[in-house]
């Protein structure tokens, strides 16, 4: 997925998501209603980097907010390999919410998951029977998916 049809559908769910917010603060349940949208977004997101990369998606719109936790706030723990919990982080030490084996910090920002998904999680090979019965590629469904977000969202 080009990265500018990926800002189009992360920053459209991370609206909707803020107007459901809002609107549950005044009493107002849509959750219900908007389910339907994040079940294709997720399939979209599954279809094209797979479970591991929906797994990564998820977890940055939810647990890392869109990429607005501060991570600092609290202390960070984690298990040596003695299997004892112990202090990784004092709380306001900078840091991120996912690093790298090299400790680097990965998917913390649009741009950032992105080329973490690109790069690491896009399906590699599939292959698709169309109605014609032809088998396509995943990049022909990458184009034909481009396709459809250019339509969708037109200005």
């Known amino acids: 997925m080009t990265y500018a049809n990926f800002l ?17 603060e005044l009493k107002i349940d849509l959750i219900d209603f908007v389910d339907g949208y994040h079940q294709i977004i997720s399939t979209l997101i599954k279809e094209i980097y797979g479970e591991d990369g929906y797994e990564w998606y998820s977890w940055f719109c939810y647990e890392s907010d869109y990429g607005t936790r501060d991570w600092s706030t609290k202390p960070s723990y984690k298990t040596d390999k003695d299997g004892q919990i112990v202090l990784e982080f004092e709380a306001g030490e900078v840091r991120y919410g996912a690093t790298d084996e090299n400790g680097n910090p990965i998917c913390y920002s649009f741009e950032s ?33 481009n396709k459809i977000f250019k339509n969708i969202f037109k200005k």
């Open 8 to 24: 189009k559908v992360i920053l459209h769910q991370q609206k909707l998501d803020i107007q459901v917010e809002k609107a549950y």
């Open 113 to 145: 998951l992105w080329e973490y998904l690109e790069l690491n999680c896009k399906v590699k090979e599939v292959t698709v029977r169309t109605k014609k019965s032809k088998h396509t590629s995943v990049d022909d469904l990458n184009d034909k998916i």
